[in-house]
């Protein structure tokens, strides 16, 4: 059984087009993330959730809004894509309150805007 | 500058080489992880680190707090250890920082 799966794992679209990512876990953490990475390969954090609750979200677009309708579910939604916004997405969870629990990746998600 | 830093940036190694990634920090840890991004894209997790040394295999990491400061070690290394090797500190289970990544590529 997959830890952390993403869908879908390839998304091309249209620039101005509305898409979501959608990602679940089933290890029983508290906390949830998505990261965006970039051509050169660096990880960033757009968003973290806390037993569904928005605990981090750092500077993105507006355009961008995590969904988390329970703690194994944190979807992203982009609004109005941008060429800028191809990257790959990648969802990750962990226990937190050991304050030094694994993270775990799903697959990523490679969105590319036309 | 970054807050955590990676080097080398590329690394090309022969199959049986030893090999040594480092990373440096800046800010207060809980915990150091090491991460391995193969080609296909998927990232998992080698090692968590808030002290010492620890080894699983050919790889063996180890970290000192008090310099801010941890290795990667590749014993004996092999063309599928070819791969990005991210290292990410942990802020207390608030937030992750990446460094930006070593790319390694072990030749046959």
């Known amino acids: 059984d997959t830890a952390v799966s993403q869908t879908p794992k390839y998304l091309v679209t249209q620039m101005g087009n509305d898409k979501s990512i959608k990602c679940e876990q089933n290890?029983?953490?508290?906390?949830m993330y998505w990261y965006k990475q970039d051509s050169k390969k660096f990880l960033k954090i757009m968003f973290s959730?806390?037993?569904?609750?928005?605990?981090i979200n750092e500077t993105v677009p507006n355009r961008f809004s995590p969904k988390s309708p329970d703690k194994a579910h944190l979807n992203l939604h982009i609004n109005s894509l941008e060429l800028g916004d191809s990257a790959v997405y990648f969802c990750?969870?962990?226990?937190?309150?050991?304050?030094?629990?694994?993270?775990?990746f799903g697959e990523g998600s490679r969105l590319t805007v036309l | 500058k970054n807050e955590v830093e990676q080097s080398p940036q590329n690394l090309t190694a022969q199959e049986g080489e030893f090999i040594t990634i480092n990373c440096s920090y800046s800010?207060?840890?809980?915990?150091l992880h090491w991460l391995q991004q193969h080609p296909g894209g998927g990232i998992v997790s080698l090692f968590m680190?808030?002290?010492g040394k620890k080894k699983h295999g050919r790889l063996i990491a180890t970290i000192n707090i008090q310099e801010k400061h941890s290795s990667l070690h590749i014993t004996a290394s092999h063309p599928r250890d070819s791969a990005v090797y991210i290292c990410?500190?942990?802020?207390?289970?608030?937030?992750?920082?990446f460094g930006p990544g070593t790319r390694l590529s072990v030749l046959p």
């Open positions: 680190l808030s002290s």
């Open positions: 990410a500190v942990d802020n207390y289970g608030q937030n992750f920082v």
């Open positions: 290890l029983g953490h508290d906390t």
């Open positions: 959730y806390n037993n569904k609750e928005l605990i």
């Open positions: 990750a969870s962990r226990r937190r309150q050991t304050n030094t629990g694994e993270l775990f």
């Open positions: 800010v207060g840890i809980s915990a």
